[in-house]
């Protein structure tokens, strides 16, 4: 009975919640908010779609203004067509747009948004403040709103155009604010966002103030010219002119020379009608064409813009609209394809691009009573160039320190293997004395047997008492670029003197870099002082380093330190010294003669970990006489 008034029980519950009716509406604050999830995710988002919608109302000048990367403020203005009173009021309501107006628009689009979500999605999530006055119109309108409540609307005066403020984005989402990244980041995200918009409008005058300071300041020109503002005068040497018109796909713009390419995806942009995308498929197109010419695992730099007829395209994919689908989509990739191979064949960008004329030289004669001054060179008086670096150490007094666990764990494998598996008796022919990682208190020594040989232009191979020793060139150099600078930074060494100072132009946010890195470099052994906003002077740097590369040296240690900065270390000289070593070291596919081997393997024995890259790659592995007979009796 009592098993049975338990059944009844639940299948009256049952009955009544299947009656009741449980499907709501949402209020349009709590949609907004929901939809501001995908469009605005961080303040780099709420910038994109600011930035467009200027874009959209005919802006020829567009400025950009932040406080605390976006946090505290993040304000456009542009010198558009402006708004009504009721458009002004009207833009702020979801779905709400003036950019299509049936299903057939979303194939013949020629402005940057048109889903009219942003809008309101923003202000869901912050205060605005929105001020906007027509041409014809005698006053302008002034829109407040908080968290998608209309706080106040009324006339104002303004200059024509929109200025539109977010203020305290996210202050009624304390979670998502709490998930944002420190200031740099944020500010990274927004100035890659500025570049992304700024490229293809190179028509349109930018400007990017943060915290009061101007950053970027982008006056109206060509592609190539803008190209330049951004990035650096010095980048119109590293690039290929590509220019190709087809009826599918108009295709212009400039790819980087082979000898530039990154480790890392940096300078790689990519537009179909003005419009920044991400595609897998015509990105592998652009790449492809360098497959004969870069290393494995490097990516050229490129600029290129895609003009297709927006009836063969759909960029309705997703609301951030940097995914988009191509009707000739296989017709395209061999287009783009073919069209940077033949740039990379042909042209040369140095005799194609116009730029500000650099001011000429004064070759005018000196006055007779005229003394050149004479450039100091600092050199160490005590430096032994056929020392080997376990003798330079010593002799400097430098001790070694444990940089990490894992380095430890591998240096103590070797001080093993060493002292148990090689034979440190004198052998004969031709011997090289390799100092190992022992305890300071033996005398230990490796010696190799024969000439190293090289395979492949990669591979270092010699032979020891125990077998047969294969070593990676680049990750070994590698290693024993980054422990002696890292040596360096500790002891502070004395820099190599350049006879004639070099000058370096950078972005302003590499610049920006370049300015907070300036003491740990100095560490290292550069010498560098900020001649203009975005340039610097080189008047010394370690030894090894090419006066020739050093500005392609500098930009692209930049670019790994940003990326170790995100992904690993969190030690500001670690990195540093990770990022030149890569720079320094030699790469693989370049011959090296035999007292150059030697001389890596000398060096690398002599390391704290020599068996792992400091980026945690094996440098090398021993073939022993038992694995030789176990290959042997398969």
Excluded: W
């Amino acid at each position: 009975m009592v098993v049975n008034s338990i059944h009844q029980s639940r299948l009256v519950k049952q009955h009544t919640y299947q009656m009741s009716d449980i499907i709501n509406i949402l209020p349009d604050s709590v949609a907004n908010q929901i939809a501001a999830g995908e469009v605005v995710d961080r303040p780099a988002s709420a910038v994109k779609e600011l930035l467009e919608n200027a874009l959209d109302a005919g802006a020829t000048e567009i400025q950009l203004i932040v406080k605390d990367a976006g946090r505290t403020l993040i304000q456009v203005v542009d010198n558009g067509c402006g708004m009504s009173d009721v458009d002004a009021r009207m833009c702020f309501e979801r779905h709400a747009t003036s950019k299509i107006h049936k299903a057939d628009d979303l194939f013949a689009l020629h402005t940057m948004g048109f889903r009219g979500e942003a809008l309101a999605s923003i202000a869901a999530v912050a205060q605005v403040e929105l001020r906007s006055r027509q041409r014809d119109s005698q006053l302008g309108t002034l829109v407040l709103i908080e968290g998608s409540s209309v706080k106040e609307q009324s006339p104002c005066n303004c200059p024509q155009g929109t200025s539109i403020s977010v203020k305290n984005l996210f202050f009624n989402i304390p979670a998502r604010r709490n998930f944002l990244k420190r200031d740099s980041i944020e500010m990274s995200h927004i100035e890659e966002v500025f570049r992304r918009i700024a490229l293809p409008n190179h028509d349109v005058a930018f400007s990017l103030h943060h915290n009061g300071r101007l950053l970027y300041d982008l006056r109206a020109g060509n592609f190539a010219q803008r190209i330049a503002a951004i990035f650096g005068k010095g980048c119109t040497e590293r690039l290929y002119n590509i220019n190709e018109k087809t009826e599918p796909v108009k295709i212009f713009g400039y790819v980087g020379k082979a000898e530039y390419a990154r480790k890392a995806r940096g300078e790689q942009y990519l537009f179909v009608c003005k419009r920044f995308i991400k595609h897998p498929m015509l990105s592998a197109a652009i790449e492809r064409a360098y497959s004969e010419l870069i290393p494995q695992n490097s990516y050229p730099s490129y600029f290129v813009l895609l003009d297709v007829d927006p009836a063969r395209i759909d960029v309705n994919i997703h609301p951030t609209k940097t995914e988009v689908r191509f009707l000739d989509e296989s017709i395209i990739f061999a287009i783009l394809r073919a069209a940077t191979k033949k740039a990379l064949g042909q042209f040369s960008l140095a005799t194609e691009l116009e730029f500000d004329t650099p001011a000429e030289i004064d070759f005018s004669p000196a006055p007779k009573d005229h003394i050149p001054q004479q450039p100091t060179i600092s050199y160490n008086p005590h430096y032994n160039p056929f020392a080997s670096s376990g003798e330079r150490k010593a002799a400097n007094g430098e001790r070694r320190t444990e940089s990490g666990e894992q380095e430890a764990e591998y240096a103590a494998e070797f001080r093993h293997f060493f002292d148990n598996d090689i034979d440190k008796s004198d052998t004969s022919g031709q011997q090289l004395t390799v100092s190992t990682p022992c305890d300071d208190k033996q005398d230990t020594t490796v010696v190799a047997t024969a000439t190293p040989i090289s395979y492949q232009n990669r591979y270092i191979v010699t032979t020891l008492k125990s077998g047969i020793v294969v070593i990676d060139q680049q990750y070994a150099h590698e290693r024993i670029l980054f422990e002696r600078l890292m040596s360096s930074s500790e002891q502070h060494t004395t820099p190599q003197q350049l006879l004639f100072p070099v000058n370096i132009q950078l972005s302003p946010a590499d610049a920006d870099l370049l300015k907070e890195l300036i003491p740990q470099l100095e560490n290292l052994g550069f010498i560098i002082s900020p001649l203009t906003q975005n340039t610097f002077v080189v008047t010394a740097t370690p030894t090894h380093i090419l006066d020739s590369q050093l500005q392609n040296t500098i930009q692209q240690t930049l670019s790994d330190y940003k990326n170790s900065m995100m992904q690993k270390f969190s030690n500001r000289d670690k990195n540093l010294c990770l990022s030149l070593a890569r720079q320094m070291a030699v790469k693989a596919g370049t011959p090296l003669k035999p007292q150059e081997m030697q001389s890596i393997i000398a060096e690398l024995f002599s390391c704290q970990a020599p068996h792992i890259s400091p980026s945690g790659k094996r440098t090398m592995f021993i073939l022993g006489e038992k694995e030789l007979l176990a290959k042997f009796s398969e």
